[in-house]
C-alpha cells in the first residue's frame, strides 16, 4: 500500500493490559485505522465494541486475521500463543506488529521471520520504549559522537511485578514466565537500542526467591558489546524497595504504600481474586484507570511511563547522561546542562507506529523488526542459560539498529 495518503485497517487479538494501552494510540493516530479486535473472552470484547462500535469483532484469531478490512495485525495475546496467532496473520497475508518477547525460542522466531518473508509482509515488535524519544536522543548521541564514544550503561528497577495480580502464564517457570520475560524484553531492548544492538557476549542470571510465587521475579546482567561498550542491568519484582524513589523527587512511599501489592495479594478473600483481578486489568476492566479503562485513575500513583520507573546513567567519554520528566540531563567535563525533549504526551508508542507506518505506506526501512527481536530474545534466553551453568555466554542472533 505505497501510498501517502493510505490509511492502515489494524486488528487486534488480544484485548488484555498491553492492548489496552495502545488502543488509544491507534485511535487517534490519522495514518490508522481500529477496523477489528478478537478476543476469546466475549464480556471483554463486549466493552471494545461498546467504546469502538465501527469496528468487527472476533471470538477467534482465525476470524479477525481474514477480515478484509485489517492490514495489519496487532498480536497482544499470551506470549505461548505469539508463534501460532503470528503464522495465521502472516499466512493471511497481513502485516504484524507483536507483542514482546516476540515468542519464546530462537526456532519459533526464526519461522516468524522466514513466514513473513514468504508472504511479502512487514513483521515488527512492539518494543515502545526503545522508542521513547529520550531513549532515540541516547541513541543519536551515542550514534554521532557528541559527547565522544559511548561506554557504559547501568540500570536498575526495582518494583512490585511479582505480586500484582498475575495470570497463571505469568506465573508458569517455562520460558515466557516471570520477570525476565515480562519486563526483560524492554529493558535489554533499550540497552540494546542505545548501544546499537550488538550483544557480543553475557554473564545473568534470574532468580526464584519466593518458591509460592514459582518464577523468577529478579534477575542481573552482565553485557559486553562488540564495540566494548559495557552495559549492567539490574531488576526486582519482589515489592520491597521502588526505585521511582531514586528517580523523582519528592516520591516517597507512604506506609499505606509500601508493598500494597504484597498486602492486598497476602489478604486475598478466595484462591480466584487473583486471577479476577489479573481479568480486571485488561481492555475495559475496574483495575484500569485511564484510556480503555473503567477504573479510578486518580487512585493509581502517577507515572512517569516504564523508563522513568528508576535509574539509568548513560556514560559517554565527555558526560554521564541521566534521563528525566523533562528530557535528559548532561553531567559533562564543566557544566551540568538540560536537553528539553517536550514530549507533549507522545511516548515509545507513538514512534513504533508511525515507524511502522513509514515502512508499510512509504517503503522505509522498519526498525525493530523481526530480526532485532530475534537478537533481543536471544539476550533472554542467554540469561536463564548463563544462570544454570554459571559461565559467560557468546552470542549468535545479535543484529544492529535501523538508523
Ligand atoms: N500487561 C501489559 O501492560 C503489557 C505491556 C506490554 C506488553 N505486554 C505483552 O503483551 C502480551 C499480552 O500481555 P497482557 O498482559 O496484555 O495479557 P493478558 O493475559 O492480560 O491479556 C491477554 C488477552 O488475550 C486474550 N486471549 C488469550 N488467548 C487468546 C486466544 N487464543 N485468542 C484470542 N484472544 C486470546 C485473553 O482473553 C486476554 O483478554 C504479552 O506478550 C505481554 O508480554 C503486556
Known amino acids: 500500500m505505497a501510498s501517502k495518503d493510505a490509511v492502515v485497517g489494524v486488528g487486534i487479538i488480544g484485548l488484555g493490559g498491553a492492548s489496552g494501552a495502545m488502543i488509544p494510540k491507534f485511535a487517534k493516530n490519522p495514518h490508522f485505522k481500529l477496523a477489528a479486535a478478537g478476543d476469546i473472552d466475549k464480556e471483554i470484547l463486549g466493552r471494545f465494541k461498546k467504546d469502538h462500535p465501527d469496528a468487527e469483532v472476533y471470538e477467534d484469531a482465525a476470524g479477525l486475521v481474514a477480515s478484509k478490512s485489517v492490514d495489519l495485525v496487532y498480536i497482544a495475546t499470551p506470549n505461548n500463543f ?6 495465521m496473520a502472516l499466512e493471511a497475508k497481513k502485516h504484524v506488529l507483536i507483542e514482546k518477547p516476540m515468542t ?3 526456532e519459533g522466531s526464526q519461522a516468524m521471520i522466514a513466514t513473513a518473508k514468504r508472504n511479502g509482509v512487514l513483521l515488527g515488535v512492539n518494543v515502545k ?3 521513547e524519544p529520550r531513549v532515540l536522543r541516547l541513541r543519536q548521541m551515542a550514534r554521532d559522537g557528541e559527547l565522544g564514544r559511548l561506554r557504559m550503561i547501568n540500570h536498575w528497577r526495582f518494583q512490585d511485578w511479582l505480586y500484582r495480580p498475575r495470570t497463571p502464564e505469568e506465573l508458569t517457570p517455562e520460558p515466557g514466565g516471570g520477570i525476565l520475560w515480562r519486563q526483560g524484553p524492554h529493558q535489554f531492548d533499550i540497552i540494546r537500542t542505545i548501544a546499537g544492538g550488538m550483544v557480543r557476549s553475557l554473564r545473568g542470571t534470574a532468580d526464584t526467591w519466593d518458591p509460592a510465587r514459582r518464577v523468577p ?4 546482567a552482565f553485557l559486553d558489546f562488540e564495540d566494548g561498550t559495557l552495559a549492567t542491568a539490574v531488576y526486582s519484582g519482589y515489592d520491597h524497595f521502588d ?8 516520591y516517597t512511599p507512604s506506609a499505606a504504600q509500601h508493598a500494597a501489592a504484597r498486602r492486598e495479594l497476602r489478604e486475598a478473600p478466595n484462591p480466584e481474586w ?5 481479568r480486571e486489568e485488561r481492555y475495559g476492566g475496574s483495575r484500569r484507570g485511564g484510556p480503555g479503562g473503567s477504573g479510578d485513575a486518580a487512585a493509581a500513583p502517577p507515572s512517569m511511563g516504564w523508563i522513568m520507573g528508576g535509574p539509568m546513567i548513560v556514560s559517554f567519554d565527555k558526560g554521564d547522561v541521566r534521563l528525566t520528566r523533562a528530557g535528559l540531563t548532561v553531567y559533562g567535563d564543566e557544566e551540568i546542562s538540560e536537553i528539553p ?10 514512534g513504533r507506529i508511525n515507524t511502522y507506518y513509514e515502512a508499510i505506506a512509504h517503503d522505509r526501512p522498519l526498525p525493530a523488526d523481526g530480526s532485532w527481536g530475534m537478537a533481543t530474545l536471544e539476550v533472554l534466553l542467554s540469561i536463564e542459560r548463563s544462570g544454570r551453568e554459571r559461565k559467560e555466554i557468546f552470542l549468535e542472533h545479535q543484529t544492529p539498529t535501523v538508523d
Do not use: C, Y
Request: net charge negative.
Open 82 to 87: 505469539h508463534t501460532e496467532h503470528a503464522r
Open 104 to 106: 519464546i525460542d530462537i
Open 129 to 131: 520504549h526503545s522508542f
Open 217 to 220: 521475579g529478579a534477575h542481573a
Open 243 to 250: 526505585t521511582r524513589e531514586l528517580v523523582e523527587s519528592g
Open 274 to 278: 487473583e486471577g479476577n483481578a489479573a
Open 341 to 350: 525533549l517536550g514530549v507533549k504526551g507522545e511516548d515509545g508508542r507513538d
